[in-house]
């Protein structure tokens, strides 16, 4: 009966997603029903180049968003402004209508929107439950006086430690529960720094490149965990490179490039954008944007290749005769 109710909430909350966008304007900036994120004239600069310059952003409120673009797009930079890892030269945002700009990364994490690296950052020389403990937020014990009397912080140890065991279990991995987290492989050290971060019980999660490096193998459990951020009521914002995982899990799509936002749209129309393919695809030099795409271009490499080759056998088929000398040339 749970799993049923589960299913059911689930089902509503990506139907609720996917109405709050059916009759927006495929334009950049394009105002959302209900934004908890909204960013207005965000700028960033080293030295005389401008790596973010975002006029106007939204991020709709339960569902999840793709932020997608170019390498050198600015996808990560305006990621470190909104949280607090960088300082932006210009421009106002708000989380849940408080402004956000100029807070300190802890703060921001505090106030409850989080985010992960797309090179992580776990504790390596700590445990996996420790990296999990790390991430509660107001622990009574971090004040020195009060760590020194166990009584006054020991039960709220023991809440956190029972809701990171079941954070451990949701995501696989609580077999590795005392191991370092050094050990892990590198989809391993995704899937902990996406539980540690659900330790701050955050509204929004923003992840950064999730599949980078990531095996195969735990591709899908990725996935699927991200989609049940959405069906535990969390908003998701994520940059990706993937147009696979793009199309699958988003709701909503954020193109960049150049540091500015150029389309929104829905995943099933926003490829077909010609803003898009100009400045997607011709930053990438026809690159592929999927593996369908990179296979289907390796065989007409291949194809052309082999034609070349075929050509050139005929034509030449060795080393040609010299032209005759001219009655000229003989005298000469």
Known sequence: MHDAETTVAATDRKAA?????????????VPKPDPILVADN?????????????????????????LIGPNGAGKTTFFNQLTGFDTADSGTWTFNGRPINGVPAHKVARAGMVRTFQLTKALSRLTVMENMRLGAQQQKGENFWRAL?????????????????????????????DDFAGSLSGGQRKLLEMA?????????????????????????????????????GMTVLFVEHDMDMVRDISDWVIVMAQGAVIAEGPPSTIMSDERVIDAYLGAHHDAPLSESELEAQLHEAEAALEAEIHETDGTTGGTSAPEPETAEEKQK
């Open 149 to 177: 009397i166990p009584g006054v912080w020991r039960g709220q140890e023991e809440e956190i430690t029972e809701r990171a065991e079941e954070l451990l279990v949701r995501f696989k991995l609580d077999a590795k529960r």
């Open 42 to 66: 965000v700028v960033r600069r080293f030295g005389g180049l401008t790596a973010v310059e975002v006029n106007h952003v939204e991020v709709q409120r339960g569902s999840i968003t793709a």
């Open 196 to 232: 540690r971060a659900l330790m701050v019980r955050p509204e929004l999660v923003m992840l950064d490149e999730p599949m980078a490096g990531v095996n195969p193998a735990l591709t899908q459990s990725l996935l699927g965990h991200v989609k049940d951020l959405r069906e535990q």
């Open 17 to 29: 997603a996917l109405a709050a966008f059916k009759d927006l304007a495929r334009d950049p900036g």
